[in-house]
């Protein structure tokens, strides 16, 4: 059965009217940037892909960011660093919250700057900022790398998707102009098993999705991961907080058994603690995503 088996009947979309209205705007501001960023959450960097990422791009120099490096074992990440430079890929990895990894992203985007002015100079233009625009999904740590990139918090920043509403140019230095853009999501989620991935991660608003399904799914997908990749993976994180083995159980069976153990039989409150749990790292250093072989 595949992860997305339950979900015929309760497909995930979320697309509202400020992220379409943000993307309208990115759109036109996107001729006047040299480099982009484009921010992915570590724990789903396949899911956290935007689809027309490459369009957006175009031949301007991309920087592709792995944000929450602490949320992933050390081994998981080499794996994704293998699989991205077999693609002529870079990848840096961030913990934005704390400020790891970003003093070489900062120094990727002053080495593209000098790239950029030095193209300027031969054709007799003068120098100028390199202007950046930071990607990504809604809640995947864009606002708290650009407040990290800064120095101080200049854009707000909150653990949930859909805080930035507006786009707006950030001066970082005098060799870096940033465009904090909102998070965009495609109109249309195509992919149900990336889209249960970002309802688990909290990259994609609370409305779309129900609790107690995507809960359910991510008790699969723990089971299933621990299955093909054991030795990567913390050891049965779910017997490790909970007290209760998940292997002879589906995620639905187990959430009700859960419920019974932990919250009175209530579902809905045990499956929030499961993702609240998940999301705050409370289940050990768990991706959901490994790098295709």
């Known amino acids: ?87 002529d890929e870079e990848p840096y990895f961030t913990n934005a919250q704390h400020g790891q990894g970003v003093n070489a992203l900062a120094k990727a985007a002053q080495a593209a700057g000098v790239e950029l002015n030095q193209r300027r100079r031969d054709r007799g233009m003068l120098p100028r900022p390199v202007r950046a625009v930071v990607i990504g999904f809604p809640n995947v740590g864009k606002s708290a790398l650009i407040n990290r990139l800064l120095g101080k918090r200049v854009v707000e920043s909150a653990a949930r998707p859909g805080v930035t509403r507006q786009l707006r140019w950030v001066r970082i230095s005098d060799q870096l102009e940033l465009l904090d853009a909102p998070g965009v999501i495609p109109a249309k989620l195509g992919n149900q098993e990336a889209a249960v991935k970002l309802a688990i991660c909290d990259d ?71 993702l609240t749990d998940y999301r705050k790292g409370l289940l050990g250093t768990m991706p959901l995503e490994l790098p295709p072989t």
Do not use: C
């Not at 724990?43 to 602490?70: C, F, S, Y």
């Not at 723990?222 to 002879?248: F, G, H, M, T, V």
């Open 1 to 87: 059965m595949g992860l997305t088996d339950n979900y015929k009947l309760n497909l995930i979309q979320w697309y509202p009217g400020h992220i379409a209205k943000a993307e309208k705007n990115l759109k036109e501001q996107l001729s006047r940037v040299d480099v982009v960023f484009e921010v992915r959450d570590a724990r789903i960097p396949l899911a956290t892909r935007h689809p027309q990422i490459d369009e957006w791009v175009g031949n301007k120099t991309r920087i592709l960011v792995l944000n929450r490096l602490d949320m992933i074992p050390t081994q998981v990440r080499s794996l994704w660093m293998n699989y991205f430079q077999n693609r």
């Open 204 to 274: 994609i608003g609370q409305a779309s999705y129900d609790n107690q399904l995507v809960a359910a799914a991510l008790v699969d997908l723990i089971n299933s991961l621990q299955e093909q990749a054991r030795e990567l993976l913390p050891k049965s994180p779910l017997y490790s907080r909970y007290d209760l083995d998940p292997i002879p159980h589906t995620g639905e069976a187990y959430l009700h058994v859960l419920a019974e153990h932990r919250h009175q039989g209530d579902v809905e409150r045990t499956a929030r603690q499961l």
